[in-house]
T-cell receptor, first 109, second 115 residues
Framework: GQQVMQIPQYQHVQEGEDFTTYCNSS?????IQWYKQRPGGHPVFLIQ?????EVKKQKRLTFQFGEAKKNSSLHITATQTTDVGTYFC?????????FGQGTTLQVKP | NAGVTQTPKFQVLKTGQSMTLQCAQD?????MSWYRQDPGMGLRLIHY???????DQGEVPNGYNVSRSTTEDFPLRLLSAAPSQTSVYFC??????????????FGSGTRLTVV
């Protein structure tokens, strides 16, 4: 099946710094979704990207889907302590929906 | 509208015991799935269902059974619990049309310990 690598595994930033996590695939993805999981919580759906080159924004979060639909990124501008958690990408058609390994973000106040 | 409800929230089992983790959703979602989450391993797909009467295996199906007799319910059965099944289990559901899935709603999880 499709394998998606998510990097980095961990990221520590100072509050106010930017943060980016990437999902990279060797094959074309039909769509990609992003989720956030707070410590001790369950994953929460953030957004879905479907179109080649698509860019979507949610306040300080910017999501991109690559032109070749083989990679995606989540960028947070000026991190806050509320951004702490693990960010996962999810890919697949209806059927086997597989999560990336996740990027855990720590924010130092 | 309760979303996705998982029971129990916590469970301790002895090796060899069997049990069923319950999952119910009230959003009329066709697609439901079970994931397990272990430290450093992310979320791994156990089984999934694209509709009532249809189930299929995910990445790590061994030791687990599922059934989908109704749209609302998708129970996960542990046949003979092993310490390697100690994990947090999440049930999730989503709306889907054709080939596209529209974002999961997750339950709050079941923390299972097998001793």
């Amino acid at each position: 099946g499709q394998q998606v690598m998510q990097i980095p595994q961990y990221q520590h930033v100072q509050e106010g710094e930017d943060f980016t996590t990437y999902c990279n695939s060797s094959t074309t993805l039909s769509n990609i979704q992003w989720y956030k999981q707070r410590p001790g919580g369950h994953p929460v759906f953030l957004i879905q990207l479907v179109k080649s080159g698509e860019v979507k924004k949610q306040k300080r979060l910017t999501f991109q889907f690559g032109e070749a639909k083989k990679n995606s990124s989540l960028h947070i501008t000026a991190t806050q302590t509320t951004d702490v958690g693990t960010y996962f990408c999810l890919h697949g058609n209806t059927g086997k929906l597989i999560f990336g390994q996740g990027t855990t973000l720590q924010v130092k106040p | 509208n309760a979303g996705v409800t998982q029971t129990p929230k916590f469970q301790v089992l002895k090796t060899g015991q069997s049990m069923t983790l319950q999952c119910a959703q009230d959003m009329n979602h066709e697609y439901m799935s079970w994931y397990r989450q272990d430290p450093g391993m992310g979320l791994r797909l156990i089984h999934y269902s694209v509709g009532a009467g249809i189930t299929d295996q995910g990445e790590v199906p061994n030791g687990y059974n599922v059934s989908r007799s109704t749209t609302e319910d998708f129970p996960l059965r542990l046949l003979s619990a092993a310490p390697s099944q100690t994990s947090v289990y999440f049930c999730a559901s989503s709306y889907s049309t054709g080939n596209l899935n529209y974002g999961y709603t997750f339950g709050s999880g079941t923390r299972l310990t097998v001793v």
